[in-house]
């Protein structure tokens, strides 16, 4: 008796230890379950941007690969007008256009779906005028790049090219608003479709006019251009053709009003992603001052080209997260959109740490595909260790700065990025070049690490910090405002 006893309680005691079990089993069974769930839904967005990215700059890639085999200095010249001239207005228009990603990203999870519509038309406009306010960088290249030190021939034939990168430069104000509006539907395996079809006229269009049709660099720019207006061309006719019924019902007199307040918080996008853009710009630039200039200058177009190459992925979680996070945000669940920001960034930085690795292992072979000068292969191979260091660092910050177009900060990390690239790093890069003589390593090493690093480190301390309930509330009070009925004119400004 006095045995059945001590049995029983024995089993009583052992009950609170059994249920503490189970409760950590259920509460483990239930993470996976929520991980499982978002991270489908971020790949649902994700994985056919990353193919889109991937496509899009692959163009860019491939043009310069062929144009890199007809000399040295067809190379520095193709990789400047494309890197710089291109690349500074780029990073302005994308930037621009990354204000959809806060506007329509929060409505549609509102499910303020005509907005969408509305959002997109503004937005042309905004980026139509700002390309013919940028158009002196492609008139004028010349004889800026000479007054920037660059080489008199590389100089000559760059601002060349730039003139034939105009109808380029254009499509961008085009497209970019179309693929951010189709983004925030989660409509993103017609990007990807449209970007294979405009990889695949890419290939041919500079294949047959600059090997068969023998006009050289001019050909590659011309290449360029087919190459992204079927891009962007492909994409309207998506949008307008009926496959976006609740979002796009025509054009409408309405996109011309509040057309300051959207202005406001596009510059605000802009200035967020152009600054860190422009950042990687200034390196090529303070590299043409340097001894051997064009061997240096194509060593390290070749280096930003594979970071640029790789960058889509994040790119793609940036635009993936910024998505999710508004949506949530739209949708007043703080908590929601909280996840969503540790599952991207977890992600994308296993992602980053398996190429920083493959870089590592053929750094000496990574140059082969953008030129067979031997002097450039050596050269690419000396800084294989700042590029893997980049990859590495860019596999987090794009994925912050979504978290943060998502939720409306543009303009704060604006002013993060101004800080840290242009009040840290770019001086430390001067200062490593100029008194410590240490060549295109030096600049770059200074500038990674006194810019990127810094402001990586600046956004993962903002991001955790944030209550992201407060964030939600926010969120669904201006899409409250947007949905008033004076034409939804009141804009989230951060």
Known sequence: MEALVKADAASDLNQPLIRRGEDRTRRSEELWSKLWVETQKLWLIVGPTIFARVATFSMNVITQAF?????????????????????????????????????????????????????????????????????????????????????????????????????????????????????????????????????????????????????????????LDISWWVLGLGLYFYTVGGWCPLTWTGFSVKAFHGLWEFLKLSIAAGLMLCLENWYFRILVLMTGNLENATIAVDALSVCMSINGWE?????????????????????????????????????????????????????????????????????????????AITILLN?????????????????????????????????????MQWYYKSGVSGIWGGMLFGGSAFQTLILMIITIRTDWEKEAEKALKHVEEWSTPQDNEKLLVA
């Open 67 to 223: 144009a890199g085999h007809l000399g040295d200095v067809e190379l520095a010249s193709i990789s400047i007008a494309n890197t710089v001239i291109v690349g500074f207005n780029f990073g302005l228009l994308l930037g621009m256009a990354s204000a959809l990603e806060t506007l329509c990203g929060q409505a549609y999870g509102a499910k303020r779906f005509h907005m969408l519509g509305i959002y997109l038309q503004r937005s042309w406009i905004m980026l139509f005028l700002c390309c013919f306010l940028l158009l002196p960088f492609y008139v004028y290249a010349t004889p800026v790049l000479k007054m920037l030190g660059q080489a008199e021939d590389v100089a000559e034939l760059s601002g060349v090219v730039a003139i034939w990168l105009i109808p380029l430069h254009f499509s961008f104000a085009f497209q970019f608003p179309l693929q951010v509006f189709l983004q925030c539907q989660h409509k993103t395996l017609v990007i990807a479709w449209v970007s294979l079809v405009g990889l695949v006229v890419n290939v041919v269009t500079s294949w047959l006019f600059i090997y068969e049709l023998q006009l050289g660099v001019i050909g590659a720019a011309i290449a």
């Open 311 to 387: 960058m889509m992925i994040p790119v793609a979680f940036l635009a993936g997260v910024g998505v999710r996070v508004a949506n949530e945000l739209g949708a007043g669940n703080g908590k929601a959109a909280k996840f969503a920001t540790i599952v991207s960034v977890a992600q994308s930085t296993v992602i980053g740490i398996a190429i920083c690795l493959v870089i590592v292992l053929f750094h000496g072979k990574i140059a082969l595909i953008f030129s067979s000068s031997r002097d450039v292969v050596e050269a690419v191979d000396s800084l294989s260790n700042l590029l």
């Open 395 to 431: 596999s987090i910050q794009p994925v912050l700065s979504g978290v943060a177009v998502g939720s409306g900060w543009q303009a704060w990390v604006a002013y993060i990025n101004l800080g840290c690239y242009y009040g840290i790093g770019l001086p430390l890069g001067f200062v």
